[in-house]
């Protein structure tokens, strides 16, 4: 009997646990649920208000990859863009075509444009939207480099891009006819003329009105037909880390092309005045950035070389007796490379003048000035050492019949004379031989 109350007993514990683990079990998947759907319920918003170039293609592709690791229910990439870069433009496109969140590109605010490689990204997106008062197009490529191309690379370039427009616009169901003369033609159009197109699927106000009038919207995406469902959704905006910051700055032809400037003249600097070392450092750093940013752009090479030309005419100047006509060289050489160095037609990717005259006037000043005062140091006369001395008034102590002593510079040297020197008279340094002077009396033309 006690072993059967026993087992009654033991039975009834573990039916015990097991309800009560079935009861934690639900509890923990209800408390679950919420967190993971509320991991779900946001959109992520990416401004990206430049030109096209490596660092705004690097923060597009992380924005994108963080709102897939979110589950965010929408992307949407706020664009305003005169263009850039083809290499960066399909870096972007292939992240927004591979990517299974939907992503909504739009064109705003008013006043805002995809121009150039913007068209592309606009048409490479699940949604294409543009707010009143914004335009698209003129997508016809123009090369970067200081120079124009022959007519032969002007048709495969513009034939290639021509297919990949048509191909982007064919598979997202856009115009891809207009899209074509974008890129032969560089026409350009409204936001309404790009609905009535077809080049668009809608025109919105902002943000909210872009919202409203997505809810329902049924997008085609790889898991099939889905309808999106947004509202009361949060927006988050990405915000872009020290490394965007750093890259989409250096990326920047204005800044790229000081930082050159800054790096010769610390190394300038360094090499007319050696051992200073910090202008050295800082200039190695400042080149050091200035090339990667340039590898990130299409860039005049000849530019390049007529700056560097420029920094060692100045650096000639110093050793070659030129009469300033190294400085002139160096100024238009400098100037000539400046203006050669980003020749694009996307006014995102040139040096804009404001910035362009001011560091032409002051690193040749820079330049001139350090050139001047190291010849002037170079020529001037010897103030330590022996050769100090040659030259300096000195006062005999002793009678010099020819040796003895006098007083220079705060200090009594053995002297020699040709001729008798009486005591406190003033002599002439005009020798100085171990340890020894050879003077001569003031007023004495004797050699």
């Known amino acids: 009997m006690q072993l059967a109350a026993k087992s009654d007993v033991c039975t009834n514990k573990l039916r015990f646990l097991v309800v009560l683990g079935g009861?934690?079990?639900?509890?923990?998947?209800?408390?679950?649920?919420?967190?993971?759907?509320?991991?779900?319920?946001?959109?992520?918003?990416?401004?990206?208000?430049?030109?096209?170039?490596?660092?705004?293609?690097?923060?597009?592709?992380?924005?994108?990859?963080?709102?897939?690791?979110?589950?965010?229910?929408?992307?949407?990439?706020?664009?305003?863009?005169?263009?850039?870069?083809?290499?960066?433009?399909?870096?972007?496109i292939k992240t927004i075509m591979n990517t299974p969140t939907?992503?909504?590109?739009?064109?705003?605010?008013?006043?805002?444009?995809?121009?150039?490689?913007?068209?592309?990204v606009v048409m490479a997106a699940d949604i294409a939207a543009m707010a009143p008062g914004t335009n698209i197009g003129a997508a016809h490529p123009v090369v970067a480099g200081g120079k124009g191309m022959d007519e032969t690379m002007d048709t495969k370039v513009v034939n290639d891009l021509v297919?990949?427009?048509?191909?982007?616009?064919?598979?997202?169901?856009r115009n891809a006819e207009w899209a074509e003369e974008a890129v032969r033609k560089s026409v350009s159009i409204t936001a309404?003329?790009?609905?009535?197109?077809?080049?668009?699927?809608l025109v919105a106000r902002d943000v909210d009105d872009l919202l409203v009038q997505l809810e329902g919207w049924s997008v085609q995406t790889k898991e099939g037909e889905k309808k999106l469902a947004l509202k009361g959704l949060p927006l988050e905006t990405v915000q872009?880390?020290?490394r965007d910051k750093i890259l989409k700055t250096i990326s920047n032809p204005n800044i790229a092309?000081?930082?050159?400037?800054?790096?010769?003249?610390?190394?300038?600097?360094e090499l007319s005045h050696p051992g200073a070392i910090f202008p050295g450092v800082v200039g190695g750093i400042c080149l050091i950035l200035a090339f990667y940013a340039f590898q990130t752009l299409s860039v005049n090479y000849a530019g390049v070389l007529l700056i560097i030309l420029g920094a060692v005419l100045f650096l000639l100047e110093i050793k070659v007796?030129?009469?300033?006509?190294?400085?002139?060289?160096?100024?238009i050489c400098l100037t000539l490379g400046s203006i050669m160095l980003f020749n694009t037609g996307t006014p995102g990717l040139r040096i804009s003048l404001s910035v362009l005259i001011p560091a032409v006037l002051i690193i040749s000043g820079f330049f001139m000035t350090v050139a001047f005062l190291a010849v002037r140091a170079y020529m001037a006369r010897p103030r330590t050492g022996y050769q100090g001395l040659i030259g300096?008034?000195?006062?005999?102590?002793?009678?010099?019949?020819?040796?003895?002593?006098?007083?220079?510079?705060?200090?009594?040297?053995?002297?020699?004379?040709?001729?008798?020197?009486?005591?406190?008279?003033?002599?002439?340094?005009?020798?100085?031989?171990?340890?020894?002077?050879?003077?001569?009396?003031?007023?004495?033309?004797?050699?």
Request: hydrophobic share 50%; net charge negative.
């Open 23 to 92: 009861l934690v079990l639900v509890v923990l998947l209800l408390c679950s649920l919420p967190l993971s759907q509320a991991a779900d319920k946001h959109i992520t918003v990416i401004r990206i208000e430049e030109s096209i170039n490596p660092g705004t293609a690097a923060f597009l592709s992380r924005g994108i990859r963080q709102a897939v690791e979110d589950d965010a229910s929408l992307v949407i990439v706020q664009l305003d863009t005169p263009g850039g870069l083809v290499s960066s433009m399909r870096t972007m």
């Open 102 to 120: 939907t992503v909504v590109v739009f064109v705003s605010p008013s006043g805002a444009q995809a121009a150039s490689a913007g068209v592309f």
């Open 163 to 173: 297919a990949f427009i048509k191909s982007i616009a064919t598979k997202r169901g």
């Open 192 to 201: 309404d003329e790009a609905l009535k197109l077809k080049v668009i699927d």
């Open 240 to 242: 872009e880390n020290l």
């Open 257 to 269: 092309y000081l930082l050159m400037l800054i790096g010769m003249a610390g190394l300038y600097f």
């Open 321 to 331: 007796t030129s009469y300033g006509l190294l400085s002139v060289g160096g100024v």
């Open 392 to 447: 300096k008034i000195a006062v005999a102590k002793e009678s010099l019949a020819p040796d003895g002593k006098v007083f220079v510079h705060g200090e009594l040297w053995n002297a020699t004379s040709e001729d008798i020197v009486p005591v406190g008279s003033k002599v002439e340094v005009i020798e100085v031989e171990n340890l020894w002077l050879k003077v001569r009396k003031i007023g004495d033309t004797k050699q």
